[in-house]
């Protein structure tokens, strides 16, 4: 068989599988070039034995949780503390003192996040960093309580032991790195009078029913990898989980369109962060 033949037959197959999973599970690799989603494919199949993607397509089709493990293999999980620092600057100057505020007004006791696609957590405390320190400036007594959810497994593992290289903290201020983490073995763990109010938990967005009465979703850089049914499917559950006047916030390149904004405002096009109607 020549390369021609090959890489043809090769690009039929990937393009099987693209509509397969867009269908199914209203997943979108169709920005991925060919043989690099054949590449990262390879990897999954060569663990199970499979020999050809029409055949790893019938094993997706009878086996349930392999989608999860078949995410772990495709996507690449980039994050870091405090990625994208406006944004985190923006939660604590503007969207944490009106949660607050409005909940010593209501007599809430519980301040309630909800950190969606966690990976390795680095988000998530990134937000229960930024939650507690306003509770604190702001002398409030309420509880806090966040949910790191990833549907990777392998992902939630890492999020629920807290433990970084130096590296990973080059973006947290040496003071909440004094505050927040214990230093072990050349590791940054951290604390557990933070880790206790943080439950990491393995949750398929798409699939499983949303937490509710929750002040603030983060949700950023997940809806890439979906088609515009499953989008708009985990928005209205975003909307179903937020209080009124909650909070949602996307990655920079993401935005709430069409018929969803019936749900959502714009409160700030800069960092994406949208207020629940």
């Known amino acids: 068989m020549t390369k021609t033949i090959l890489d043809r037959r090769i690009g039929r197959e990937v393009e099987s599988f693209n509509d397969f999973v867009f269908e199914r599970f209203g997943l979108d690799f169709s920005n991925y070039r060919a043989s690099a989603l054949k590449r990262r494919l390879q990897i999954r199949m060569n663990a199970l034995g499979i020999d050809s993607i029409p055949l790893y397509i019938e094993y997706l089709k009878s086996t349930n949780g392999e989608i999860a493990h078949l995410l772990d293999t495709i996507t690449i999980h980039v994050t870091e503390f405090f990625r994208d620092r406006s944004v985190f600057e923006y939660m604590n100057d503007k969207i944490m003192p009106e949660i607050i505020g409005n909940k010593s007004r209501r007599f809430d006791t519980c301040l309630r996040i909800w950190s969606a696609g966690c990976s390795s957590g680095e988000e998530t405390y990134s937000l229960a960093i930024i939650a507690f320190d306003s509770i604190e400036r702001l002398g409030s007594d309420l509880r806090l309580r966040i949910y790191g959810t990833d549907i990777s497994r392998k992902a939630c593992k890492r999020a629920k032991a807290g433990a970084y290289p130096a590296a990973k903290l080059a973006n947290v201020p040496k003071r909440m790195i004094h505050r927040y983490f214990d230093e072990s073995d050349g590791e940054y763990v951290v604390k557990e009078s933070l880790k206790r109010r943080v439950k990491i938990v393995a949750h398929d967005l798409v699939m499983d029913d ?31 989980a937020l209080k009124p006047g909650g909070f949602l916030v996307l ?27």
């Open 251 to 277: 990655g920079k390149s993401e935005a709430i369109t069409g018929s969803m904004r019936r749900y959502f405002e714009l409160v700030s096009a800069r960092n994406k962060v949208y207020r629940k109607r």
């Open 210 to 240: 949303p937490f509710k009465e929750i002040d603030l979703v983060f949700c950023r850089n997940v809806f890439i990898h979906f088609n515009a049914i499953v989008r708009n499917k985990v928005l209205e559950k975003f909307a179903e």
